[in-house]
């Protein structure tokens, strides 16, 4: 009898798993993998994962958004993908997880006074990349100052 290849739904499960990985720019069997892997079910590997566990996993990741497809389209105003790599980076660096979690939300909504981040335009875009690198910054040196000064400096965000 002739098996003809078709995808078992632990296969496409597993599949899910990688594809959110590559969204949140984790590459594949990567130590940061394991370790994202590791946080989210305590297994290192999606072969160790029951398929419940895995039905569990990939409701968790659409739940956070890692397996929306991006609307970036293709209008002129649009964000380039550069622009939407570069805004996740800065996002993961902060501890949002990516560019689609409700907190991530907030703070687009903060600073663009839009209420998502598949609405955002070149130009909006480029407040949220700059708004987050001064996030950073701000982080970097209040981490350099090692409590030097016990007053809480304002936050780049706040000083208005």
């Excluded at 798993?17 to 994202?36: C, D, F, K, M, P």
């Excluded at 687009?108 to 950073?136: A, H, M, Y």
Aim: one cysteine or more.
């Amino acid at each position: 009898m002739k098996q003809s290849w078709k995808p078992t739904p632990r296969r496409k499960l597993m599949a899910m798993v990688h594809i959110a990985a590559q969204q949140l720019n984790i590459e594949h069997g990567s130590i940061e993998y394991r370790t994202w892997l590791q946080n989210l079910t305590g297994k290192t590997s999606c072969k160790d994962l029951t398929d419940e566990q895995l039905r569990e996993l990939v409701a968790l990741l659409r739940q956070q958004g890692c397996l929306e497809r991006k609307a970036t389209g293709s209008a002129p105003n649009r964000p380039t993908r550069i622009q939407w790599s570069k805004m996740e980076i800065l996002a993961r660096r902060l501890g949002f997880g990516n560019a689609m979690t409700p907190q991530f939300a907030a703070f687009v909504k903060r600073i663009t006074k839009l209420e998502s981040p598949r609405f955002l335009t070149r130009q909006s875009i480029s407040k949220v990349i700059i708004g987050l690198e001064k996030w950073l910054e701000y982080k970097k040196r209040k981490n350099d100052a090692h409590g030097t000064n016990k007053h809480a400096a304002k936050t780049p965000l706040n000083a208005r």
